[in-house]
């Protein structure tokens, strides 16, 4: 009798589907925690998203540069005659505006901008490694950095032309350019 039970115990186990789970692939994504940088990121670029005018941005973290990086591909026609720096200014005084920055100085005084506070705890503040959090914004807003890469092409080569690039700090009133 206890032959029967385990023959169909066995036959019963070998019909039923593998159970699956995560690969070592999703498990690396699975065990790895978000860091108040990368909360802070993707909150800000939703934050921006939701506005007409900066739907096209992206935020991330430059590890290379030490720098936040809000960024503006434009892939613009070889025909379109824009002054891109003019563009480049007028983009960099929108977002400084909606970081709270006007005339290179934070608005109202406060001590950090508007972008700043997205990497910020949200209800409260902690001092970590005797640094409070105020004084740790304060300090993000000099790596944050406001960056527009123009492109070129045309109907005959899709493969785009990086024409220039402009670059300022979200803290500030100028830029740099720089040509390809």
Same mark, same amino acid.
């Given at each position: 009798? #206890? ?8 036959? *019963? ?13 999703? #498990? ?17 670029? @939703?934050?921006?998203?939701?506005? %007409? ?14 720098? *936040?990086?809000? $960024?503006?591909? $434009? ?5 379109? %005659?824009? +002054? ?11 977002? =400084? ?6 005339? /290179? =100085?934070?608005? /109202?005084?406060? %001590?950090?901008? +508007? ?7 949200? /209800? ?12 740790? $914004?304060? @300090? ?10 123009? /492109? ?10 990086? %024409? ?17």
């Amino acid at each position: 009798m #206890n032959r029967i039970y385990i023959a169909a115990w066995l036959l *019963v186990g070998m019909t039923m589907p593998a159970m699956a789970g995560p690969d070592a692939t999703a #498990n690396r994504f699975l065990s790895d925690t978000p860091s108040m940088m990368d909360f802070g990121a993707v909150r800000l670029e @939703s934050h921006l998203r939701a506005k %007409e005018e900066f739907r096209d941005v992206s935020v991330r973290y430059d590890w290379d540069r030490n720098r *936040v990086v809000v $960024l503006r591909f $434009l892939l613009l026609r070889n025909d379109d %005659e824009r +002054n891109l720096e003019d563009d480049c200014r007028d983009w960099m005084q929108s977002l =400084r505006a909606a970081a709270m920055v006007f005339d /290179g =100085r934070v608005f /109202g005084g406060r %001590e950090y901008s +508007n972008f700043a506070e997205f990497f910020g705890h949200v /209800g409260f503040r902690r001092t970590i490694a005797g640094q409070p959090e105020d004084d740790a $914004l304060v @300090s993000l807003d000099k790596i944050i950095v406001l960056e527009t890469q123009y /492109g070129r092409y045309d109907d005959s080569n899709w493969n785009a032309d990086m %024409e220039m690039t402009c670059t300022g700090e979200v803290v500030g009133t100028g830029f740099s350019v720089s040509r390809e």
